[in-house]
């Protein structure tokens, strides 16, 4: 059994992540549910419910008990936007605000080795995707991973959650309703290269100061958000003018790709590192790359 559990390990962190929205959280609920699994192996019972749907049941547990207290997590997109060219970014909120993005290598799965399954993991751990499940109550967040990400049968879900098909297949009808009203963009088409070569691009002209380059690998309708404050923009012109307007306190500063879920460009997939203690607005924050 300690082989098989540990073996989970990457799918719990990734079912987790995406009931949870923090990497830290969801390292956290996949370590205790680990813990109660090996604490309660006795427990288990094969004639009642597999070894998968067993940890599942404590997985979903876990997390169902870490949301009864906390807020629900959002991007700064969530909130009313007050930027303007040369003003203030705010206060910064904690970090329990936000919905954080998680690094692949987190989510290692040594049973996909398919690409197709990799694709399909890598779009349900998306940071848009992610941030829209945190609109949805928790046991319905549950039900619709389960049974739309890991393609759980209803019976099975119904199992795990202790109550009948009937109603797992009505809550799941109400959170599909409930995410299609959410703005959830499409994900990128650019393949890793591609997007790799764009982020290169972005860190390039950010590293010369060249600020029509950056705005140029923007896209029309482009988000910029700088989280822990709740300052954000849209729209290339809008991006053009804070970067015109900016006290050139980014000047000088160090900027490092990283790779988040499931693409480059797009969320906070790039840190750049402040070299002033300034409030005003950058002149660079996280956006979405031209696609």
């Known amino acids: 059994m300690e082989a098989q559990l540990t073996a989970m390990r990457g799918e ?3 079912f987790a992540y995406r009931m949870l929205g923090s990497p830290s959280e969801a390292e956290d609920a996949a370590q205790e549910t680990l813990l109660r699994a090996w604490k309660h192996a006795g427990d288990y019972d094969a004639a009642r419910a ?3 749907t067993w940890v599942y049941r404590i997985a979903t547990n876990v997390c169902l008990d870490m949301l009864r207290t906390a807020r629900r997590r959002a991007r700064a997109v969530d909130f009313a936007s007050t930027a303007s060219p040369g003003g203030d970014l705010g206060a910064p909120l904690p970090e329990s605000t936000w919905v954080q993005p998680i690094l692949d290598r987190s989510l290692a799965d040594p049973l996909l080795a398919d690409p197709a399954e990799v694709a399909v993991r890598r779009e349900t751990i998306r940071l848009a995707f992610v941030a829209a499940l945190q609109h949805l109550p928790p046991r319905q967040r549950a039900v619709l991973i389960l049974r739309d990400v890991l393609c759980w049968p209803a019976d099975e879900v119904a199992t795990l959650l202790e109550t009948s098909v009937a109603s797992v297949t009505s809550a799941l009808q109400r959170a599909r309703a409930s995410l299609r ?4 963009s499409p994900p990128s088409p650019l393949s890793d290269a591609a997007r790799r070569s764009l ?4 860190a390039d002209a950010f590293h010369r100061d060249d600020v029509a380059a ?3 690998l923007l896209q029309e309708d482009v988000v910029n958000s700088m989280p822990p404050f709740t300052w954000w923009i849209r729209g290339r012109d809008t991006v053009a003018a804070v970067m015109a307007a900016s006290d050139g306190s980014c000047h000088g500063a160090g900027w ?3 790779r988040p879920t499931a693409a480059w460009p797009c969320g906070r997939s790039a840190r750049r590192v402040r070299t002033a203690s300034s409030n005003r607005s950058p002149s660079w924050s996280s956006s979405s790359g031209r696609s």
């Open 181 to 184: 009203k959410t703005d959830l």
């Open 214 to 216: 950056l705005v140029a």
């Open 50 to 52: 597999s070894m998968r």
């Open 256 to 258: 490092s790709p990283r």
């Open 12 to 14: 719990l962190v990734g």
């Open 199 to 202: 982020v290169e691009r972005y």
